[in-house]
T-cell receptor, first 115, second 111 residues
Framework: DVKVTQSSRYLVKRTGEKVFLECVQD?????MFWYRQDPGLGLRLIYF???????EKGDIPEGYSVSREKKERFSLILESASTNQTSMYLC??????????????FGEGSWLTVV | QKEVEQNSGPLSVPEGAIASLNCTYS??????FFWYRQYSGKSPELIMS????GDKEDGRFTAQLNKASQYVSLLIRDSQPSDSATYLC???????????FGKGMKLTVNP
């Protein structure tokens, strides 16, 4: 089974703090994603990485950055957390479309509250 | 902006009934289509994928794809209370590895 692990499940941070959300996948997937999910807004893509050290902005990258130094690990960084970044964050991974039709597998989610 | 639209919910059906969930998409070159189920407080889990026009059946679930109409649906036969969840439709952006998700439809199956 595909395993996508988000190390921090529940976090409470103060406004202005730097926040790291870590994600590890064990299936040697090339693609990794960070989404946030908010009521009424659905799943929105923050950043996408298709290879080590490669990244692409999603729909809502403002206020976020990412790091992918190793294939299995994809980190989301909030440089200066703000209250409007309170949300559930979902990491996901997939293999390229040509191999498997791009099925995306999600981690369990990280609930971040910024106070 | 490529869009994926799902019927506004919520949908409520009695136990044993057929639940029908619908989704339309705007990107004509999309090739991969997915249905995810998400229980409250949990992350989405894949239940069906479909790539070709027609029907694909897996147990009580049937996905239907019509690329000409840009329409994909999910039928759940013999609905059970455990099927109560939010169902998300997802479509790949043509030429991209990214998926675009609908906002989801909440299904409640009443015992």
């Amino acid at each position: 089974d595909v395993k996508v692990t988000q190390s921090s499940r529940y976090l409470v941070k103060r406004t202005g703090e730097k926040v790291f959300l870590e994600c590890v996948q064990d299936m040697d997937h090339e693609n990794m994603f960070w989404y946030r999910q908010d009521p009424g807004l659905g799943l929105r893509l923050i950043y996408f990485s298709y290879d080590v050290k490669m990244k692409e902005k999603g729909d809502i990258p403002e206020g976020y950055s990412v790091s992918r130094e190793k294939k299995e690990r994809f980190s989301l960084i909030l440089e200066s957390a703000s209250t409007n970044q309170t949300s559930m964050y979902l990491c996901a991974s997939s293999t390229p479309t040509r191999l498997s039709g791009n099925t995306i597998y999600f981690g369990e989610g990280s609930w971040l509250t910024v106070v | 902006q490529k869009e994926v639209e799902q019927n506004s919910g919520p949908l409520s059906v009695p136990e044993g009934a057929i639940a029908s969930l619908n989704c339309t998409y705007s990107d004509r070159v999309s090739q991969s289509f997915f249905w995810y189920r998400q229980y409250s407080g949990k992350s989405p889990e894949l239940i069906m994928s479909i790539y070709s026009n027609g029907d694909k059946e897996d147990g009580r679930f049937t996905a239907q794809l019509n690329k000409a109409s840009q329409y994909v649906s999910l039928l759940i036969r013999d609905s059970q209370p455990s099927d109560s969840a939010t169902y998300l439709c997802a479509v790949n952006q043509g030429g991209s590895e990214k998926l675009v998700f609908g906002k989801g439809m909440k299904l409640t199956v009443n015992p």
